[in-house]
């Protein structure tokens, strides 16, 4: 079968014909990929920043937001058959499973190394099939098909999200996410649906077509930083810069949550988080609660603002996409099999 994947002997990104996987383990389940979304990471990935091939191998299939039909269950998976559709969560709990994973929260594991699909150490998506634990696939309804592409990213914010609500000592009222590509647009519609009055700030001008989305669902763009203090601050530009202009944004008690920033050199305002008490949080990765709650929103996200989302291209042409720069659409996802 094909496969879209980092050579890290030859330091690229290839396309291979790799062997088809199968069921091995009674609690093991075959899928079919349908779609695979790429994103900043897959692009992190393909510049050798972070990641790694299995243990013996030289080759790392990538592509880790994916929806797949199932395919084939093994004797002992109970709660899925053949036909279903699901999503697979990213990353496996550790073995001897640390604190974290044994309570379930894999997304806070404290392992030296975690081991994540597509990502570190696990074969990815970007292919024909895949064999997962049932426990690691989050099933979805068939009326969330269209866009269940969209439930790995969705599953980060909603970690992002609720960490914030919970951490404020307040009430929330005023949010504002800085960034506006997938991440960045999804956090915000996920803070207007629990009622909070969201701006985004990113360096797109006002009359984007981001903009003028995220305008459509009720949410203010703001090219330059000004307005309201911030209750909750997301930041999802991948920017240190823009992750410190933000904080300066925060209103007391505000809950900042940092998501892709890289590290910062210079003036760090602790004096005005101590005495505002604000919380600054980082986080990673989604718990399957997490997930759980991405396919209940999904389900409320308005249809027509989730379509304009969405770019959806051929499988041949995902190495294109993994290596090319952002487009006016914020999410792009390779169509696997039909
Ligand atoms: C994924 C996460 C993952 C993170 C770091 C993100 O793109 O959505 O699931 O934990 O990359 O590897
Ligand atoms: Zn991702």
Redesign the pocket.
Known sequence: MRAVGLSYAGRRLEVRQVPEPSITAPTEVLLRVREVGI???DRELALFR?GFPPAGEEFLILG??ALAEVVACGSGVSRLRPGDWVVPM??RPCRPPCPSCARGRRDLCLAPE?R?RG??GLHGYLTEYAVDEEEDLVPIPPSLVDYAVLI??LS?VEKAVETALRVHQGVPVTALVVGAGPIGILAALLLRLRGLEVAVHSLEPEDHPRAALLVEAGITYRPRLEGLPADVLIEAAGSAEAALAGLERLAPLGVAVLLGADDAFGRFPFRGLIVGNRSLIGS???SPSAFAAAVEDLGRLDRRILDRLLLRLPFAEAARSILAPPEVTPKRVHVVAD
């Open positions: 994103c900043g990471t972070l880790h937001e990213v990353r975690q994540e990502i570190f790995e990213p980060v990673v990765n989604a």
